[in-house]
Each structure stands twice: as structure tokens, then as C-alpha cells.
């Protein structure tokens, strides 16, 4: 066989009969077709040669001692290590009803006995042409994946790319941007994959979202490029007109990501980071920016907001000091339900150890 002889190896049949006249008749037959007979007058023995190598074909009986060829049949098709070898079986029960089953079971041939050498020949060479061809084409899939995998990996780190480019027009205006926007980034990835767990999440969260969400989270703020706004969501202190600051910075952040996704609507990830840099500032009681409240807000920015409050409280953010790690907790927890989605603010609390942000 080809493909066979191209990997430098001489196709092996297994004989399994416990008739001597029969398995020195096939083997012969096999040994003059160019093969590699081995042979076994019972399942055990069978299944002993196969452990030592796995053969291209097998040739089976039906009727042999402690069990017979149906079984051992059923038996080899349900081993994933063996259930693509082909078998065809070779008995004096070849009734319509015997194969039948025997076809039923996964066989891919049934020779009658007594049996003539150019059928065996033939049917042989037929079946381990189309095991070879199997072989071949599973080969190339395997290839074909590898290749299609790679390509995917490629392009994701392209789009990847294309928002961490985004990100950096942001943090060129302010020295703690960068920080503030890798916490708020390592912070989502880690509080997704913590709700993951959770029931209320589990099939909202996959390895997609949570991949998703550390890389689009970055752009959050990215409409501060037109609208620089640092504002906390819920301050009690703001000044005449910041609101409406707050609704530019949000809405411009969208509509910069939505022009980028109309260039580029392969990008995975910029869809989520355009809900997120719209409904970022939006408040669980519907008092925030825009005016959606509760689970109408996108879950991937229900996870950004308390992450982005949390890292804004901790750092030193232009006009106002930074809070004490405890205080910023305390904060938190007094915004579970008023700002936080309460489900989203329990988990965070089991895993906030684990964030990472810069104290001080």
C-alpha cells in the first residue's frame, strides 16, 4: 500500500481461527499478497498479538472457543484503539441473518466458507485500500486542524492587537491609565472565571467569555480620547455639567469601537468591548449611564463596573486621593445593589484577595 510503504512499514493481518487447515490456507495466501500474516486460534490469543501490535486488517471466524468471533468483534469496536481497524469475517455461517449481524457489529466484509484465494485476495486489498485511504485522509485533517489552529491563533492575536492599540491612545494621556486599565484587565479575567463557577453564571460564562472580557475590558474608558472624564459612578460630588460629561465619555467610547467594528466585523472581540465601554457607568438601580438597570445591563459590563470602581478607589486618580484597600471594600459593599449587581458583588468578595491592584 502506499501510503503504507511510504511510512516504511509491510501492512499486518491478523488471522484469528482455531481451524489449523484454514489459518494455514490464509496465511499462505496473505504471505504470497505481500503482507505480514500473524495468526491466533483464539480471542485471547488474539487480543495478545494486538497489544503487541496493532494490525491493518483482521480476518475473523465466527465460531471458536471461550468466546466467539461476534463477540470478540463487539469487543474491538467498542476499544477506541481498536475500533477502526477493519475486520471481515470468514465463516461457514453466511446466512443473511449471520451477516447481518456481523455487519451490525462493524464488520466490513463477510467471506463465506468454504472460500476461494481470489476473493479473499480481492476483498483484502479492497479493504485495506480503503483503510489506507482513511489513514491518509485522517492524516491530513489532523494537519488541515493544525494548520486551521494556527491561522486562528494568528488572527486572534491580531485582533488582539488592534485593541491593545486602542488602549494605548488612552493611557498616552494619563501616567496611571496603564495601570489602572492591566488591574481592571487581570481583575476581569479573574472575577469571570469565579462566577463561572457559580450557578447563576455557568452558562452565561465559557473559556470564550472569560478570554474575551481580559482583553476587551481595556477600552472601557477609551471614549476619554474626546471626552476626558474621571469621574466615580454614584459621587455624590460632582460639579455643574459632569453628567453630562459622563453620558459623552460613554456613548463616544462606543461609537469610536462600533466605527473600528464596521472596518473590521471579524473581530471577535470588539463587540464586547463595545457594550462594555457603552454600559460601564450604567448603575444596578438604573440611575446611572445610559439609564439601564439591573440584568438588562450587559453581564460584561455589570463585571467591568465594580472592577473599575474597585481599581479607581485604590489609586491616586488626578484630583482625588486614594482610598485604603479596606475602605474601597467597605465602598464596594455599600454599592452591592445600589450600583453592583449583588450576585456579581458576592463572588467578587470570595476571590477580591486575589486582584490585583496598586494600593496607595
Not at 459623552?248 to 463587540?271: D, K, M, Q, W
Amino acid at each position: 500500500m502506499e501510503f503504507m510503504e511510504q511510512k516504511g512499514t509491510v501492512p499486518q493481518i491478523l488471522i484469528v481461527d482455531d481451524v489449523e487447515t484454514n489459518v494455514m490456507i490464509l496465511e499462505s495466501i496473505i504471505s504470497e499478497m505481500g503482507y505480514t500474516p500473524r495468526c491466533a486460534s483464539s480471542a485471547s490469543e488474539a487480543t495478545k498479538l494486538i497489544a503487541e501490535k496493532l494490525p491493518q486488517l483482521i480476518l475473523l471466524d465466527v465460531f471458536m472457543p471461550e468466546m466467539d468471533g461476534y463477540e470478540f468483534c463487539e469487543r474491538l469496536k467498542e476499544n477506541p484503539i481498536t475500533r477502526d481497524i477493519p475486520i471481515i469475517f470468514i465463516s461457514a455461517a453466511d446466512s443473511s441473518e449471520d451477516k447481518e449481524r456481523g455487519f451490525k457489529l462493524g464488520a466490513v466484509d463477510y467471506i463465506g466458507k468454504p472460500f476461494e484465494m481470489a476473493e479473499v485476495t480481492m476483498r483484502v486489498k479492497n479493504h485495506l485500500k480503503i483503510y489506507e485511504m482513511q489513514q491518509e485522509l485522517e492524516q491530513n485533517n489532523r494537519r488541515l486542524h493544525s494548520v486551521i489552529s494556527s491561522q486562528a491563533r494568528r488572527i486572534e492575536e491580531e485582533q488582539k492587537n488592534i485593541l491593545y492599540a486602542l488602549a494605548t491612545l488612552e493611557q498616552g494621556k494619563d501616567s496611571n491609565v496603564g495601570h489602572h486599565v492591566g488591574n481592571v484587565s487581570y481583575n476581569c479575567r479573574l472575577l469571570a472565571q469565579g462566577l463561572q463557577f457559580s450557578p447563576d453564571f455557568s452558562e452565561e460564562i465559557s473559556e470564550t467569555f472569560i478570554n474575551t472580557i481580559e482583553v476587551a475590558s481595556q477600552l472601557h474608558d477609551i471614549g476619554n480620547i474626546q471626552a476626558p472624564c474621571n469621574l466615580l459612578l454614584g459621587n455624590e460630588e460632582w460639579k455643574a455639567g459632569e453628567r453630562e460629561v459622563v453620558k459623552r465619555h460613554v456613548e463616544c467610547g462606543a461609537e469610536i469601537l462600533e466605527r473600528v467594528y464596521g472596518s473590521t466585523p471579524e473581530n471577535s472581540f470588539l463587540p464586547m468591548a463595545i457594550e462594555i465601554a457603552r454600559y460601564h457607568h450604567a448603575r444596578w438601580d438604573g440611575k446611572g449611564y445610559p439609564s439601564a438597570e439591573g440584568k438588562d445591563i450587559p453581564l460584561s459590563a455589570r463585571i467591568t463596573t465594580i472592577l473599575d470602581v474597585y481599581d479607581t478607589l485604590l489609586g491616586k486618580r488626578g484630583y482625588k486621593e486614594a482610598y485604603s484597600r479596606e475602605e474601597s471594600l467597605k465602598t464596594i459593599e455599600k454599592g452591592s445593589g445600589v450600583l453592583f449587581d449583588p450576585e456579581i458583588a458576592d463572588v467578587f468578595f470570595k476571590v477580591q484577595k486575589q486582584f490585583r491592584y496598586d494600593e496607595g
